[in-house]
C-alpha cells in the first residue's frame, strides 16, 4: 500500500532534496514493515531508484505516570497540609480499569492516605487533593511520596516524590481571662485576677511579665508580676491589688497584658471594667439622753457616724428635724467627739412627754450619704429617727 506521495520540482546536478512521510500506524499489524522509496524520473540507471527502510510495530504501551506532585516546602507542626497529586496517561492505550493514587510519608514509614481514579483516556490527566495532618509528625524534613497502582508497561514513571519540612508551633501566650468585682468604694481595694495561658505548640521557658493599666487614667500601670516560662497549654494566675485611693470616681477599663512576643499578638491582652464609685457615710448609731431643768426639761441627742467600712468619721455635718416640723438642728463631728456629735432641743414644756428627731442629711467633701445603710446596734432607734421621753 502506498503511504504518501511528494513531488520535487526538479534538481540541480550534484544537488539533493528531503521529503518527510508521515506514516500513521493506526490499523498496521504488528510486527516488521519494509518501507520502499522510490522516485519516478525516467533515467538511464534504474538500479539506484529506491532505497527500502524495516520497521517493527509493536503493539501500543499502557503507561499511566504521576506527572507531578505539589506542596508547601514547610509546615507547622499540627496544622494541615494540602498535597495535590496528578496522573496522566502517557501511554497508546485508554486505561478503563480502576486504580488507586497512594500518597506516603516515606520519612515516618506511613500511608497518609490513598484516592481512587476510574480510568484515564489516552492523554487525559487526573489530580487528586490529600490533607496530611501533622499533629503527630516528627519534626524536621519528610518525603512524601505519591504512587499510582496500575501495573503498566513502564514502572519507571509510576511515583514522584517532594520533601516538606516539617517545623515547631510557634509560641503563642494568651491573656486567658481577667475578673475583677464590678465595682469598689474610692480608698478600697480591689482583687484583679489575670490567667495567662499558653495555647501554642511549643513551651516557653523564658520569663515573661505581665503588666496592669489603666486605660481611663492614661493608661497609668498599677502593678507588674513576673511569670517564669509556662509550659504547652498550662496556665498561670496572678493576683493585682489595684489600689483606689487616687481613683477618680468614674468607670474605669482595667487591661492585663502579656509581654513575651509571639506568633499572634491579637490575644496578649483582655480588659475588664471597674466602677470606682465614692466613699459613703451614713448613722451609725443614736441615742437619746432627756435632762430636767424644774419646769422645763432638755433633749439631746448623740449622733454616731460611719464610714463604708463603719469606722468613725471626723467632719462630717448631719442635718436634721425636731418633731417633724422643726426646728431644724446640725452639728459636726469632731476628731475628739469619736465620731459623734450631738444636737440639742431645750426649754422644753414639762406638759410634753417626748420629742423625737429625724436625720434628713449627712456631707463630707468627697463622700455620699447612704441613708439605706443607716443602722443602731443597740436598737434604741431604727438609725433615722429617735424619740426622747422626759
Not at 161 to 175: G, H
Request: charged share 5%.
Amino acid at each position: 500500500m502506498t503511504i504518501g506521495t511528494q513531488t520535487v520540482t526538479g534538481l540541480a546536478v550534484g544537488a539533493s532534496a528531503t521529503r518527510t512521510f508521515s506514516w500513521n500506524t493506526t490499523g498496521v499489524a504488528v510486527g516488521g514493515h519494509t518501507l520502499v522509496a522510490t522516485h519516478s524520473l525516467s533515467d538511464t540507471n534504474a538500479a539506484n531508484n529506491r532505497g527500502t527502510a524495516n520497521v517493527v510495530v509493536n503493539a501500543p504501551v499502557t503507561d499511566v505516570a504521576v506527572t507531578s506532585i505539589s506542596a508547601p516546602s514547610s509546615v507547622t507542626q499540627g496544622s494541615t497540609a494540602a498535597i495535590g497529586v496528578t496522573v496522566q496517561n502517557v501511554g497508546g492505550q485508554n486505561v478503563s480499569a480502576t486504580f488507586n493514587v497512594v500518597l506516603t510519608d516515606a520519612t515516618a514509614g506511613v500511608t497518609i492516605e490513598t484516592q481512587t481514579v476510574t480510568g484515564l483516556a489516552i492523554g487525559a490527566s487526573a489530580t487528586r487533593s490529600f490533607n496530611w495532618t501533622t499533629a503527630g509528625a516528627a519534626l524536621g524534613g519528610h518525603t512524601l511520596v505519591a504512587s499510582q497502582s496500575l501495573s503498566d508497561d513502564n514502572a519507571a514513571n509510576n511515583q514522584s516524590s517532594v520533601t516538606v519540612s516539617v517545623t515547631p508551633t510557634p509560641a503563642d501566650l494568651a491573656l486567658a481571662s481577667i475578673t475583677a468585682p464590678s465595682q469598689v468604694t474610692q480608698g478600697d481595694t480591689a482583687a484583679v485576677v489575670v490567667t495567662v495561658q499558653n495555647v501554642g505548640g511549643s513551651d516557653v521557658t523564658s520569663s515573661f511579665d505581665v503588666v496592669l493599666t489603666d486605660a481611663t487614667a492614661g493608661n497609668a500601670v498599677i502593678g507588674t508580676q513576673t511569670i517564669t516560662g509556662l509550659a504547652n497549654g498550662a496556665s498561670a494566675t496572678r493576683t493585682f491589688n489595684w489600689a483606689t485611693g487616687g481613683a477618680a470616681i468614674s468607670g474605669h477599663i482595667l487591661t492585663a497584658t502579656q509581654k513575651l512576643a509571639d506568633n499572634n499578638p491579637s490575644n496578649n491582652a483582655a480588659s475588664v471594667a471597674i466602677t470606682v464609685t465614692s466613699p459613703s457615710l451614713h448613722v451609725g448609731n443614736l441615742n437619746g439622753v432627756a435632762a430636767s431643768n424644774g419646769n422645763t426639761w432638755t433633749a439631746t441627742v448623740q449622733i454616731t457616724v460611719h464610714d463604708w467600712r463603719h469606722n468613725l468619721v471626723t467632719g462630717a455635718t448631719v442635718q436634721g428635724t425636731w418633731n417633724g416640723t422643726g426646728p431644724n438642728a446640725t452639728c459636726t463631728t469632731t476628731a475628739g467627739g469619736n465620731g459623734v456629735c450631738s444636737v440639742v432641743l431645750a426649754s422644753i414644756p414639762n406638759s410634753t412627754k417626748a420629742v423625737s428627731f429625724a436625720v434628713t442629711g449627712m456631707t463630707l467633701a468627697g463622700y455620699t450619704y447612704k441613708s439605706s445603710a443607716n443602722h443602731d446596734p443597740d436598737g434604741s432607734s431604727n438609725g433615722f429617727s429617735i424619740t426622747v421621753k422626759r
